[in-house]
């Protein structure tokens, strides 16, 4: 699928603020939990400096999840990173709106991660012949959407660990991975 002349892929974009803590450390917890699906994983922040290192807690984090994060360096969010992204998920809802003001033909395919986990948690799948699991999913959740009462604001808000404990990231890492674990199951369904 194309979406304005840039080719989409069938890939996870993860968005917070400096791409040092949360969405490096969903981007590894994904690549863990996707590992048998056609879905590629990435990671960039609406404020980051290209080529900084993660943080030392979320690289302990990284690490845990078998990969081996040494040569991880922060990216600077693009618009190009969004277009191709089949889906995008923040930490934040003002991450999330960085986005979709970034490159609006993106808005239908961005939520904060937490928001896209209770999101597909409630969807129904159908299978597709015609598009890719990743993107069935993004569909139905979206679906799903309609069904669901709204949450409170904060709590489609990821917490930043930053100037934490261990355990603060730790705890972090958890909610992450609970909010992507639904994910995993829709999309598993929806192919």
């Keep these: 699928m194309s979406t304005r002349g840039v ?10 603020h400096a791409n040092m803590c949360r969405s490096p450390m969903a ?19 609406t404020d980051a400096v290209d080529g900084a290192l993660m943080h030392p807690y979320a ?32 930490a934040t809802r003002r991450q999330r709106s960085v986005c979709t003001a970034l490159a609006p033909a993106a808005l239908h395919r961005t939520f904060t991660l937490r928001q896209f986990g209770r999101l597909a948690a409630a969807a129904e799948a159908t299978g597709t012949r015609d598009r890719s699991p990743l993107r069935a999913a993004v569909e139905a959740a979206t679906r799903a959407r309609g069904r669901l009462q709204p949450a409170a604001p904060d709590a489609d808000d990821l917490s930043d660990p930053i100037g934490g404990s261990p355990a603060d990231f730790r705890r972090c890492a958890e909610e992450i991975e609970r909010s992507i674990r639904p994910v995993l199951a829709l999309i598993g369904t929806a192919g």
């Design 7 to 16: 080719q989409m892929v069938d890939g996870v974009l993860f968005v917070c």
């Design 59 to 90: 690289t302990e984090v990284a690490a845990g999840t078998g990969a081996d994060p040494a040569a991880f360096r922060t990216r600077r969010l693009r618009a190009e990173h969004l277009t191709r992204a089949a889906l995008v998920l923040t």
């Design 27 to 45: 981007e590894y917890i994904a690549r863990r939990l996707l590992a048998d699906l056609p879905v590629t994983v990435a990671s960039a922040g």
